[in-house]
């Protein structure tokens, strides 16, 4: 299992970034996968997860509605679409993968550190005020 992630960068607060999930050595049916991020100086916690076998996705409450998690097969591609970006969203962005596809919401509660299988090298978020 293979996770490279990309997309990162430095945005204004109020903009939006794109991070894409380029997955390798697996098949999305069976496995979830999706985003944790760590602030400096806090724990690693799930942002948002895809379940590919009935399309469940799960978002952390401090997220819902502003970010959007995505998989494109053909592309073997994870993307998390992130808008109205706050300070609070500094952080280096994980992409992971995971077996225990039943544990997809537990996996975004907060001050609950999820610990999955497969993660990549992480891509670096830096909002702005």
């Known amino acids: 299992v293979q996770l490279v992630e990309s997309g990162g960068g430095s945005v204004q607060a109020g903009g939006s970034l794109r991070l894409s999930c380029a997955a390798s050595?697996?098949?999305?049916?069976?496995?979830?996968v999706g985003w944790l991020r760590q602030a400096p100086g806090k724990e690693r916690l799930g942002v948002a997860f895809?379940?590919?076998?009935?399309?469940?996705?799960t978002y952390a409450n401090s997220v819902k509605g502003r970010f959007t998690i995505s998989v494109d097969n053909a592309k073997k591609e994870v993307v998390l679409h992130m808008n109205s970006l706050t300070p609070e969203d500094t952080a280096v962005y994980y992409c992971a993968a995971d077996r225990r596809k039943s544990l997809i919401r537990l996996w975004v509660l907060p001050r609950s550190p999820p610990d999955l299988a497969y993660y990549g090298r992480g891509t670096l978020v830096n909002v702005s005020s």
């Open positions: 895809f379940r590919d076998s009935d399309g469940l996705t």
């Open positions: 050595g697996f098949t999305f049916d069976g496995y979830a």
